[in-house]
């Protein structure tokens, strides 16, 4: 999950805290009131260093702003880069918000497209600003919007979670009136985020402790169980699973992932195809502390190690330290298997290998939607056993067939030829073909009754009566144009057709209207 910073480097950053709230802020060597700015340096920091520790595979990017908006640092995973850049801002103009948040959903879009979900964190002083893209303006904007006025670049085109992290004190946020402010831009972005302010004096720890406790809700690791009847192995799920809430036809579906993933079984990755799916996430088996690492020089390479255990470990690695989760991803790979694990209550998800190169791959864990019927071609989950459970085996003695995809019992035809009326256009031609038929009688009576027998169910199940009324006055009419050299059975036939149109309509639809038995003879 991409984050992107934005940090505010305004005049306003400047400003010194209070001496209350800042007195137990200030440096050793000097007694100059920290400030705003020093504060948010200090909370970036704590940011950063976490997301170092926790999800070091987070990608971030640092995005300065004041009247205009610049990139710092594009998207890396260095996080020393980014605390280095964060100590070496220089300090602008006034604070334009609604610039930067254009700015910001172009970026998003151009670099990780509409469907990737981004943190958005915004660090800024609380201070509401004045003039055209302050955030009073743009609160005006939002509540008074102009025909025009050009889109407010809130809500974000891309999934997102935007968080404001306000460094000021409670009473100077009153006194601006910016907490209200800054919910109502919350409220634009579909309530999607939080607005983090400093409990207490406003103090480098206090800010510390706001940037901690936002850390921990929106980059603490995911950590599961992965089991397979009597093996089982410690791992991390990255990025963490989102919850998933989603209407059905009947009902609300809500469900988190589960910390004990538990495998069902194994299918053919050809079986298993490419189904669809709702996310796509790493599992890598958490590091295994070693003992014997305990030296100075030794400790160094066990950090590497650690690195490492980032991503799968290589079939050599697991010597030293065995895990189930490293056997698991060399044995779906050699045997090109997929595993089919449970992830919580009727719900499921595929373990399979994924190749970043040509050296190096990872396991990764597919999450279906909420259900045991993700896969049609498979069928239900719940009804999949082991081969031995058959009293053949549904592979073949040699392997050479597959049970899937799962033979329907029931046989659906697809051959029938629906009415469609949704154009004018489609229920003119079905008109037009029984009148020519009309006209071609007694030659084409079979036909002619099939296409009227077709008009009048599709008229009853459309509860359209006044187009049969419609279609009798037709066939009447026709029945008095016919040409002299007609065959008598034609306005027979029509004229018995056009009755039984109006008269037959209590009959039901299975009814079928029947040709006029006739004496005429075919040389008459």
């Keep these: 999950m991409p984050t992107v910073i934005l940090l505010d480097v305004s005049l306003s950053m400047t400003q010194p805290v209070s001496s209350t709230d800042g007195g137990s802020s200030s440096s050793s060597s000097s007694n100059e009131p920290i400030t705003r700015r020093q504060l948010a340096e200090a909370g970036l920091n704590t940011l950063l260093d976490f997301i170092a520790a926790n999800n070091k595979l987070e990608f971030t990017t640092l995005v300065i702003f004041s009247s205009l908006w610049e990139i710092v640092v594009p998207f890396t995973r260095d996080y020393n880069e980014l605390k280095k850049a964060v100590h070496t801002i220089e300090i602008f103009d006034k604070t334009c918000l609604e610039t930067v948040l254009e700015g910001v ?43 025009d006025d050009s889109t407010f670049p809130v809500p974000f085109e891309f999934p997102n979670s935007f968080h404001t992290v306000l460094i000021s004190s409670q009473l100077e946020l009153q006194q601006w009136g910016s907490l209200s402010m800054y919910q109502k831009l919350l409220d634009a972005n579909q309530h999607k985020g939080h607005i983090h302010t400093i409990e207490g004096a406003v103090t480098v720890k206090s800010a510390q402790v706001m940037f901690t406790k936002m850390a921990e809700e929106l980059y603490s690791a995911f950590h ?63 590091p295994v502390k070693d003992k014997s690492s305990s030296g100075s020089g030794e400790g160094a390479e066990g950090g590497d190690k650690t690195e490492e255990k980032e991503t799968v470990p290589s079939s050599t690695e697991m010597g030293s330290n065995p895990s189930f989760c490293v056997l698991l991803h060399g044995s779906l790979k050699v045997e090109n298997l997929v595993a089919l694990v449970n992830v919580g209550e009727n719900w499921y998800g595929l373990l399979h290998s994924c190749a970043d190169s040509k050296k190096k791959s990872n396991l990764m864990m597919s999450l279906f939607e909420p259900g045991d019927h993700a896969i049609p071609w498979v069928g239900k989950f719940h009804l ?87 279609m009798s006055m037709m066939l009447e009419r026709e029945c008095t144009i016919l040409p002299w050299t007609a065959h008598p059975d034609a306005a027979l036939q029509l004229t018995h057709a056009g009755k039984m149109l109006t008269s037959a309509m209590e009959k039901g639809y299975d009814y079928s209207i029947t040709p006029l038995s006739t004496n005429f003879a075919s040389d008459s």
């Design 224 to 286: 599961a169980k992965l089991s397979c009847g009597n093996l089982s192995s410690e791992v991390q799920v990255f990025p963490p699973p989102q919850p998933v809430n989603m209407a059905r036809d009947f009902e609300m579906v809500a469900q988190r992932l589960s910390t004990e993933l538990s495998i069902c079984g194994f299918i053919d990755c050809a079986d298993a195809s490419s189904p669809p799916v709702i996310s796509r996430h790493l599992v890598l088996p958490l």
């Design 105 to 147: 959903k172009n970026v998003v879009i151009e670099e990780w497209g509409a469907s990737t979900l981004c943190q958005v964190i915004l660090v800024t002083d609380g201070s509401p600003g004045v003039g055209p893209g302050s955030l009073k303006h743009a609160i005006q904007t939002l509540s008074n919007p102009k025909p």
């Design 384 to 470: 999949l056993g082991p081969c031995t459970a058959f009293a053949n085996n549904p592979y073949g003695e040699d392997n050479n067939k597959s049970p899937f995809p799962v033979r329907l019992q029931e046989k659906r035809s697809y051959s029938q030829n629906p009415v469609v009326w949704i154009k004018p256009i489609n229920l003119q031609a079905d008109i037009q073909k029984i009148l020519r038929y009309a006209r071609k009688l007694p030659e084409k009576t079979l036909v002619f009754y099939k296409e009227l027998n077709r008009l009048r169910r599709a008229a009853l199940s459309f509860d359209m009566t006044e187009l049969l009324q419609g």
